[in-house]
């Protein structure tokens, strides 16, 4: 019993680090474009030539495995067919990737909360 509480609570511990992590992340390379709660609304947005996408409307983000989100995350808005305006961000580790990932999911409303636990690189 205690064991198994005790692993409860260090995957409890786990996933919010992992979420924290990805909001640092998050707040780092995104929100500049996205807006920091992702309503695609950061202080660049009115500058581009494409809307950056709302991370909040979980109709739409649900839809969107996590496979894709990694290809357009690491590889940018045009290996999707979106607008190249949506950078690749190759420089960042896979597991980086995976907490933005995980933080997106937080973001969605309704929230389909899940870090990817498999490898989803290439
Ligand atoms: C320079 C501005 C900019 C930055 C920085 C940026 N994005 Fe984007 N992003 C966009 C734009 C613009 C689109 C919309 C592309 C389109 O609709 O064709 C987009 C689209 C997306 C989509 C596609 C959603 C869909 O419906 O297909 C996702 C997911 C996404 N961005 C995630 C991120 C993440 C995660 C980061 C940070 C690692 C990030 N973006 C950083 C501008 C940006």
Redesign the pocket.
Known sequence: MVAVIAVVLSSAESVAQEKSEGKK??LT??S???GESGKGN?P?ATA?P????N?TDGA??NQ?SDK??FD??TKG?AS?N??P???A?GN?KEKQVRE??GY?RTLASPTKYRVPETKIGP
Do not use: D, E, N
């Open positions: 992340l998050y390379y995104c500049g474009c996205h950061g660049a581009l494409a809307k950056p996408a991370h739409v983000m969107l894709y989100l357009i995350i808005g999707v979106k607008s305006v949506m950078p961000w960042l933005i990932i997106l």
